[in-house]
């Protein structure tokens, strides 16, 4: 996909967030260990619902944000998400799993930052600080889930 303005990347971002989910779901059967079964099965649907909420962050932010060009996302070190078909998951330990899925969340944050720091419109500003507000709180929400789930 290309991403020329903030639109394609809040478009792009959803995308990994499915393509998260679907591989951490396919993931799920393969998983030998019950404990990590569950949390792929968990992270799945937190990452769809993460798909949701993007959405929903898009259908409510300012067009003229939405249209805003990006010129340095190139130069901003790209997001890595696995492939949906890709049931790597499926071999990893609980600790593995966690870990990979707060990376991404990680890598995302960093990305709204980023270009938070480099907008030019201050509606462009608010959008990508609103939504690395966002994927802060749900990547703590996740991360005491995965420490609850761990203690189970």
């Known amino acids: 996909m290309e991403i020329k303005t903030f639109e394609d990347l ?8 499915g393509f998260l989910a679907r591989s951490l779901r396919e993931s799920a059967a393969g998983n030998a260990n019950d404990q990590a079964s569950a949390l792929l099965t968990y992270l799945a649907d937190h990452e769809q619902e993460l798909v949701r909420i993007t959405e929903e962050f898009e259908r409510q932010a300012d067009p003229k944000a939405l249209r805003t060009r990006l010129y340095d996302y190139m130069k901003h070190q790209p997001v890595k998400v696995s492939d949906p078909s890709d049931t790597h998951f499926a071999s990893l330990t609980f600790d593995d799993i966690a870990r990979e899925v707060f990376q991404f969340h990680d890598q995302v944050i960093d990305l709204y930052d980023s270009l938070a720091g480099k907008a030019e419109i201050a509606e462009a500003k608010e959008l990508m600080d609103s939504l690395k507000e966002m994927e802060e709180h749900e990547a703590m929400r996740l991360a005491r889930q995965v420490s609850n789930s761990r203690d189970i």
Request: charged share 40%; hydrophobic share 50%; proline share 0%.
């Open 10 to 17: 809040i478009d792009w971002v959803r995308d990994m967030h």
